[in-house]
């Protein structure tokens, strides 16, 4: 058990900058909030009018959405929009007519620029196939040039470290060359040919699709999504690929994910893969749509769901404690009714202090996708008209309740004060410290020991949490 410290006392905060102590006295609220309730600080007014089916969050904290809605608070704005922290619409992200269709997946590079897919063959008027970048105010960039881009649906976007872009989904060609489900771009949207899946995906039964991505620091790509091969080899569901686009053999999920698919994926800091969807066994085991997978692709029998949700989960995010955030269409986790939304201990048991006020009713339907943000509070998507009889129309967002309380024992972690905050290279602590900073899924990214200066130039601008060793917890903005 790590000994919990308070590094400020009440005189150092007197001497706090204005903007500092206003910060410590928001998360001294945020932590007191019922975890996975309404944020009634986030207000979207009359919301989005129809489905939204992703969500990301940008560093500066503003939020982009997309689906298949035509308005949003009574705006025009087709199937993608940004909002403000406060949830208003912000009209300084203008897209015009934006795609046809609806779009299914976004990516954020860390340059600002916006990467979508979907289902649509023009974006405000220009031809792009199943996938497009924007610039940061909306528009279209021109700079990014994929040909006729994919023959068909655009369901998954990562960008890696090096600016190459991953595109999974159901297609059989990108620009004109045989893709099956998985293709690799260079940063200016040409085809990178040095990735090469060979057959690609194959399936038995319904369309192949490639739905999530998790990327490793050695450059391999594990895959998910709905496919029974992958160039020749049989994998169900799971696979994972070295950095040319070559299966991976070492990674060995047995028969996988069956009777149905998995819709998402996240990489947890020691590896392993915690995967949910609408499958219900993985390499034989009984695993209801929702399980965690060993760095070989093994099952984690140590991860215990029980019963697990009781029906589909379509969206994941993992807190930088090792909690689990799901989304999706269930009445019950383990035979215990939550609707909708969840969270669960790193062990895989239920947490039952995240969700719905007691007797209230929760959603009236479901999330299609959820997004983290830095502080803990969690965005979600779906379809739906309330939460907990609050309305909000397909777009709210949700306390984190103590999401920065890494409890390691009786004692709960306090929080570390660090600035300035934002920054663009130096993060100062009151007090030499050690520990590691993760982004906002909680990954590690750095490392520091005894230190009261940190270099955090390195890293790619975003939102990052600082973590010291004896359990205090601060987020931050890199710039």
């Known amino acids: 058990m790590h000994r919990t410290t308070r590094l400020a006392n009440d005189a150092t905060m007197k001497l706090l900058p204005a903007a500092l102590l206003s910060a410590a006295l928001l998360f001294h609220l945020s932590v007191n909030a019922q975890p996975g309730t309404v944020d009634p600080t986030f207000d979207p007014g009359a919301g989005p009018n129809n489905r939204v089916l992703v969500t990301a969050v940008q560093a500066d904290g503003k939020v982009l959405i997309a689906g298949d809605f035509t308005q949003v608070a009574g705006t025009p704005r087709n199937r993608i929009a940004r909002l403000n922290a406060d949830g208003s619409l912000d009209a300084t992200f203008d897209p015009g007519s934006g795609p046809q269709f609806a779009v299914f997946a976004i990516a954020v590079q860390a340059d600002g620029r916006i990467l979508v897919g979907g289902h649509f063959n023009t974006f405000n008027g220009t031809s792009s196939g199943m996938i497009a970048r924007l610039n940061a105010d909306g528009s279209l960039d021109s700079g990014f040039t994929p040909g006729s881009g994919a023959d068909w649906l655009v369901l998954s976007i990562a960008v890696q470290p090096d600016g190459r872009i991953l595109v999974g989904g159901n297609f059989d060609s990108f620009n004109g060359l045989p893709r099956s489900g998985i293709t690799r771009l260079n940063a200016d949207g040409s085809q990178d040919l040095s990735f090469n899946p060979g057959t690609g995906l194959a399936t038995t039964g319904a369309a192949k699709t490639v739905n999530a991505f998790a990327l490793q620091p050695d450059g391999r790509i594990v895959i998910a999504g709905q496919f029974s091969s992958y160039n020749g080899t049989a994998r169900s569901c799971i696979a994972r690929l070295n950095a040319d686009g070559s299966l991976d053999a070492s990674f060995n999920p047995g028969t996988g994910a069956t009777n149905g698919d998995i819709d998402d994926m996240v990489r947890q800091p020691d590896g ?208």
């Open 272 to 479: 392993k893969l915690v995967i949910a969807g609408n499958f219900t066994n993985y390499n034989g085991t009984s695993t209801p749509r929702f399980a965690r997978v060993n760095p070989d692709g093994s099952l984690d029998t140590g991860f215990s769901t029980g019963t697990g949700p009781d029906s589909f989960v379509l969206a994941l995010a993992l807190q930088a404690d090792g909690r689990i955030l799901l989304g999706g269409f269930f009445d019950s986790y383990n035979d215990v009714v939550v609707r909708d939304v969840a969270r669960v201990n790193p062990d895989g048991t239920l947490d039952e202090t995240y969700g719905s006020i007691p007797g209230a009713f929760g959603l009236d339907n479901g999330i299609y996708d959820i997004a983290l943000q830095a502080d803990g509070k969690l965005i979600i998507g779906g379809l739906y008209s309330q939460f907990d009889e609050t309305l909000r129309n397909n777009i709210a967002r949700l306390e984190s309740g103590g999401f920065l309380d890494v409890s390691e024992g009786p004692n709960p972690a306090r929080q570390l004060l660090a600035w300035p905050n934002p920054t663009t290279s130096l993060l100062m602590l009151p007090v030499a410290a050690s520990g590691t900073i993760v982004d906002a899924r909680g990954r590690e990214v750095q490392a520091f020991t005894r230190s009261t200066a940190l270099d955090v130039a390195v890293l790619a601008p975003g939102s990052y949490i600082l973590r010291t060793d004896d359990g205090q917890s601060v987020p931050f903005l890199r710039e």
